[in-house]
């Protein structure tokens, strides 16, 4: 067995759980008033509230799971979402990252780092709002899988980060 290190974690702050919870509130209620007009008979009606129902549900859900990313001793990245620690995907598993690469979104202010499987195959882990964040979360997963680190937050000034 390999020995998996937690490295990232999405850190939330308390409002998104207070308004997480409204709207899971707000899932039982309609959900409740859906069943009851289709006993009714209601059946459009019912399902304008079912469609309701998955709204609030996407909205709470959006605001209350947790992203973890675990680097193991294969160097392998395990990436899980969690929902009240429940697992509620399968987790997504990199294996062979060639390099990590850190871009910067000018229109909306935010930095995605990416994973590289091959020349033309990148995968999105994280966008962060901070430069700084971006650029350390890439080179600690780096230097526990022994790749590079590309720094493509200017546009046309790309570099490689040197971690010495």
Do not use: Q
């Not at 609030?56 to 605001?63: D, E, R, S, V």
């Not at 600690?140 to 493509?152: C, G, Q, Y």
């Amino acid at each position: 067995m390999t020995n998996e290190k937690l490295i990232y974690k999405t850190i939330r702050p308390s409002w998104h759980f207070i308004i997480a919870f409204i709207f899971y509130a707000i899932v039982v209620l309609v959900f409740i008033k859906s069943i009851s007009l289709l006993i009714e008979r209601r059946g459009i009606l019912s399902m304008k509230f079912f469609t309701a129902t998955l709204f609030f549900l996407f909205c709470a859900i959006g605001l209350s799971f947790i992203k973890k990313v675990f680097v193991d001793t294969n160097k392998n990245v395990r990436i899980r979402f969690t929902l009240f620690n429940i697992k509620i995907v399968s987790d997504f598993i990199f294996k062979e990252i060639k390099y990590i690469s850190v871009f910067s979104d000018m229109i909306n202010k935010d930095f995605t780092v990416f994973f590289w499987l091959s020349e033309t195959n990148k995968k999105n882990i994280v966008t962060l709002f901070n430069k700084e964040e971006a650029l350390n979360f890439a080179v600690l997963i780096s230097e526990r899988i022994n790749v590079k680190v590309l720094d493509a937050t200017e546009k046309g000034n790309f570099k490689w980060i040197d971690k010495t």
